[in-house]
Nanobody, 125 residues
Framework: QVQLVESGGGLVEAGGSLRLSCAVS????????MGWFRQVPGKERTFVAT????????YYADSVKGRFTISRDNAKNTVYLQMNSLSPEDTAVYYC??????????????????WGQGTQVTVSS
């Protein structure tokens, strides 16, 4: 089993920055794709960014491209999401996800196997 635990969420002013962390434990494999998704109450959970655990290749949603950076620290078994230039539209619960056997361009949430509990990010005006 794979366990994912997000942290780093909180309240930030518009234009500010926040760094989310996803600690990965349990049985993991170098071929895993890792990702961040977000969800607003009453709306669907949508893709934000993904990264290949092995190669470090990344893929971003257009809405966050140039503002967010996904990265991983193999030694710490941790995936990060650095969020800059935040706006109120970024307010959501952010979820870490993992899956084996998919490409980082697999954006629909239905194809991802493991999920963290989520961490709230609130951006004020």
């Amino acid at each position: 089993q794979v366990q994912l635990v997000e942290s780093g969420g909180g309240l930030v002013e518009a234009g500010g920055s926040l760094r989310l962390s996803c600690a990965v434990s349990g049985r993991t494999f170098s071929s895993y794709a890792m990702g961040w998704f977000r969800q607003v109450p009453g709306k669907e959970r949508t893709f934000v960014a993904t990264i290949s655990w092995s190669s470090g290749d990344t893929y971003y949603a257009d809405s966050v491209k140039g503002r967010f950076t996904i990265s991983r620290d193999n030694a710490k078994n941790t995936v990060y999401l650095q969020m800059n230039s935040l706006s109120p539209e970024d307010t959501a619960v952010y979820y870490c996800a993992a899956s084996d056997g998919i490409t980082i361009a697999t954006t629909p949430k239905e194809f991802w196997d493991y999920w963290g509990q989520g961490t709230q990010v609130t951006v004020s005006s």
